[in-house]
């Protein structure tokens, strides 16, 4: 067995980190009008400088900005194409930890014209990242698909959108735009970072998109289409990989439910090349849907938990790579934490000593399963 030379790596990550705080208080002080953006900016690139160097002195071929140039992982991104407009919640939904569950209702996306990127939106973030990089850099952004899910046909504008299938057709022709736009500037590295898919295997959420007069079965197919026309033209050396998650906070969730609903259409009918799958706990189910992997795709066991800073053994990892490696070969398996560290500002689980550490776990694990220096 030996590492990998091209993403995702064997020892991967999902890509964002704790921010320190000087960042978030400098965010803050941005959006209040109190700093000038250019020293934002700069305290901005002095914190990425700093989270490269900690990952590659960990050893991974794999480097994110931490995605310390958004405030959240979804709405800095989906805001940035003209008519996207933040509304209140049409829905709530239940996040659960160890301690219970609270409902939240969080904002809701709407699309309130004819869709267009007027400009590059990650373009700029990714040229620094790049520029400061030894490891290959990943550009993570979030999936379409979250532009329609919280709220259905309701949040998509029928004058702008009669015709529902336009709306798709314009939705993944400026993620087309963005991704080119990175191609053209040297990325080689995508992430999507999908959570609706992974909702669409709970049985209680697939009750909400009922509700909101959606079958789930056909919006899976629907999804996967739209995905595969937001990859369609990327570059055949770029490697696109999927985040699922089911959701990401404090510690919280939001779906459970293994993988099975989705397994078929995922793997096989979804043009992407790696899977970062949620295996942290049991909520994912098993490794069961990891038969439909097909040659020529990865997928990367989230087997280290973003949610406590609790530890987990080497052999418990290696024994939970076994079990999967009985599903799908163990070369198309690789190891990451089952989420970022950090999906927006606050809410963190566990410090930057933690983080490292878990981090090192990885790399440490993934060199002894599959080889390496």
């Not at 964002?16 to 000087?22: A, G």
Request: aromatic share 8%; proline share 6%; charged share 30%.
């Amino acid at each position: 067995m030996t590492e990998r030379n091209v993403p995702p790596f064997r020892a991967d990550h999902v890509g964002s980190f704790i921010r320190p705080e000087n960042l978030i208080k400098a965010r803050e002080a941005a959006e209040k009008g109190a700093m000038p953006d250019a020293e934002l900016k700069k305290i901005q690139h002095d914190a990425i400088k700093e989270v490269v160097k900690m990952q590659e002195d960990l050893g991974l071929k794999v480097v994110t900005d931490g995605e310390f140039n958004r405030g959240s992982w979804q709405r800095d991104f989906l805001v940035g194409f003209a008519n996207v407009s933040v509304v209140p919640s049409k829905i709530s939904v239940k996040f659960h930890n160890a301690g219970g569950s609270r409902e939240h209702a969080p904002p809701t996306l709407a699309v309130t014209g004819k869709l267009a990127r007027n400009k590059p939106i990650f373009v700029d973030d990714f040229k620094f990242l790049k520029s400061i990089a030894k490891g290959t850099p990943k550009v993570t952004f979030p999936s379409p698909t979250v532009l329609h899910f919280r709220g259905g046909r309701q949040v998509v504008d029928e004058k702008a959108y009669p015709d529902i299938q336009d709306f798709y057709d314009d939705l993944a022709r400026v993620y087309r735009e963005e991704i080119a736009d990175l191609a053209s500037n040297g990325c080689r590295y995508i992430q999507i970072d999908e959570v609706n898919l992974a909702y669409l295997c709970d049985p209680a959420l697939r009750g909400q998109v009922q509700g909101f007069g959606e079958d789930p079965d056909k919006l899976l197919k629907t999804y996967a289409k739209l995905l595969n026309d937001v990859v369609k033209d990327k570059p055949k050396d770029m490697v696109a990989a999927m985040h699922l998650c089911r959701g990401n906070f404090a510690g919280a969730w939001v779906a459970e439910g293994g993988y099975d609903p989705i397994a078929e259409v995922l793997f096989n009918e979804i043009n992407i090349d790696g899977y970062f799958l949620e295996y942290d706990s049991d909520r994912a189910g098993g490794f069961e849907p990891l038969r439909f992997l097909p040659k020529g795709k990865t997928a990367v066991l989230g087997l280290v938990t973003t949610k406590s800073p609790k530890m987990e053994t080497k052999d418990e990892l290696k024994r939970r790579i076994d079990e999967a490696a009985k599903f799908a070969p163990l070369e198309q398996l690789a190891l990451s934490p089952q989420c970022g560290f950090s999906s927006g500002i606050g809410g963190n689980t566990m410090d930057v000593a933690n983080e490292i550490a878990k981090l090192k776990l990885v790399v440490e694990v993934a060199r002894e399963v599959w080889g390496g220096p």
